[in-house]
C-alpha cells in the first residue's frame, strides 16, 4: 500500500516561516503529481500547489510569491516552503500524490493525514 506522512506543520507568529515535508512510501512505481492542499475550519479544502514530476508547478493566487513548492523524486517527497505567513493561512494541510504502483496500473490519488499549521498574532 501506499501512504504519504505530513511534517513540519506548527504554530508560527505573523509573517514567520515553515517548511512541510511528506514522503510517500510503498509500492510505488512513479509520482506524477505531487500537490498541497489546505482546508481551514468551516471552510471547503483548496488547492495550495502543485507540481510536476518535471518541476512544473503551479500556485493559488492567495500565497504566489509567499509558498514555493519543490520535489526530490529520488525520494519520493514533496516539500512546501511557507514565507511570510499570515492568519488566514492557519489551516490542516494534505498532501497528495498521483501515484502508480506498477508500470501497467492506472495511477491513483492518494491523501496524507494531514498537518496542522496555526499563524497567530
Known amino acids: 500500500q501506499v501512504q504519504l506522512v505530513e511534517s513540519g506543520g506548527g504554530s508560527v507568529q505573523p509573517g514567520g516561516s515553515l517548511r512541510l515535508s511528506c514522503a510517500a512510501s510503498g509500492s510505488i512505481f512513479s509520482i506524477k503529481l505531487m500537490g498541497w492542499y489546505r482546508q481551514a475550519p468551516g471552510k471547503e479544502r483548496e488547492l495550495v500547489a502543485t507540481?510536476?514530476?518535471?518541476?512544473?508547478?503551479n500556485y493559488a493566487d492567495s500565497v504566489k510569491g509567499r509558498f514555493t513548492i519543490s520535489r526530490d523524486n529520488a525520494k519520493n517527497t514533496v516539500y512546501l516552503q511557507m514565507n511570510s505567513l499570515k492568519p488566514e493561512d492557519t489551516a490542516v494541510y494534505y498532501c497528495t500524490g498521483d501515484v502508480q504502483v506498477n508500470w501497467w496500473s492506472h495511477s491513483h490519488d492518494y491523501w496524507g493525514r494531514g498537518t496542522q499549521v496555526i499563524v497567530f498574532a
Open positions: 507540481i510536476t514530476s518535471g518541476g512544473s508547478t
